[in-house]
């Protein structure tokens, strides 16, 4: 709910534990925390997080013959048969209703350890399913940034600059966090990271004016499923709004 206090998870996924990200995941606490929310790093290189969905994500098997990941995960949701350890990340991601996630931008998306999460974190019951995903998904209400970071300006990431439009590579994280029901803010860049300490700190000073908005700016605009036939591709008439419908 914008403007409320928000309980708020950042997702950190790089390795170095003195890295540009992890000085704007602790950046990202520091501001949010002073303003009256509350927020928790999860540090997932830190905690050796396995990018792999397989088996040992699980203390029972459902079909011990075929390994059908998604019914796995639906099952041990039911059941409460998560490991510890991938139990311990859910109950985060259902505790916040505020996630960012924090990366360096490698090859054109993001890291696998931060992939990995989401594929073994956001299972059914938890993130979609029976019918409930977009805006009545089951994380519907809670918001979503993703943060990343790169060694080159904006503009080398703007529709007609040399990596292409920055909203085309973060299509696939945007369309996964609304299919949840999050309601995503307009992504963070930083640019610059090898361009030494006033740069730095520069950066983190923009990362935090920009957070101070994390409760009350207006969400990406997506279509709902209203603007959809049963084909599910937009009804006659309904013009593309986002990237992923090719915007007109």
């Known amino acids: 709910m914008p403007g409320k206090n928000k309980k708020v998870l950042i997702v950190l996924g790089h390795p170095e534990p003195n890295s540009y990200n992890a000085a704007l995941a602790a950046t990202a606490v520091e501001t949010l925390e002073a303003m009256g929310h509350e927020a928790r790093i999860t540090n997932l290189y830190a905690k050796d997080l396995d990018a792999r969905v397989t088996r040992a994500d ?43 996630l924090q990366y360096p931008i490698w090859w054109f998306g993001m890291p696998a350890i931060l992939k990995g999460y989401m594929d073994r974190i956001f299972v059914p019951g938890v993130a979609y399913g029976r019918g409930k995903w977009y805006e009545i998904g089951p994380l519907a209400g809670k918001r979503a940034l993703v943060s990343c970071t790169a060694d080159c300006g904006i503009e080398a990431y703007s529709p007609r600059g040399r990596y292409g439009d920055l909203s085309v590579l973060h ?78």
């Open 58 to 100: 699980f203390t029972e098997a459902r079909n011990p013959d075929f390994f059908a990941v998604m019914r796995e995960q639906a099952n041990a949701f039911k059941k409460d048969a998560f490991v510890p350890a991938v139990q311990a990340e859910i109950e985060l991601l259902q505790w916040c209703d505020g996630l960012i």
């Open 171 to 248: 299509w696939p994280i945007h369309q996964a966090l609304r299919f949840t029901g999050f309601d995503v803010l307009a992504p963070a860049f930083t640019g610059h990271v090898s361009d030494g300490d006033e740069a730095r700190a520069a950066g983190l000073a923009a990362h935090a004016e920009r957070l101070k908005g994390f409760a009350t700016d207006a969400p990406m605009d997506f279509h709902t499923e209203d603007d959809y036939a049963d084909t599910y591709t937009l009804k006659p008439g309904v013009k593309g709004k986002t990237i992923g419908q090719w915007g007109e």
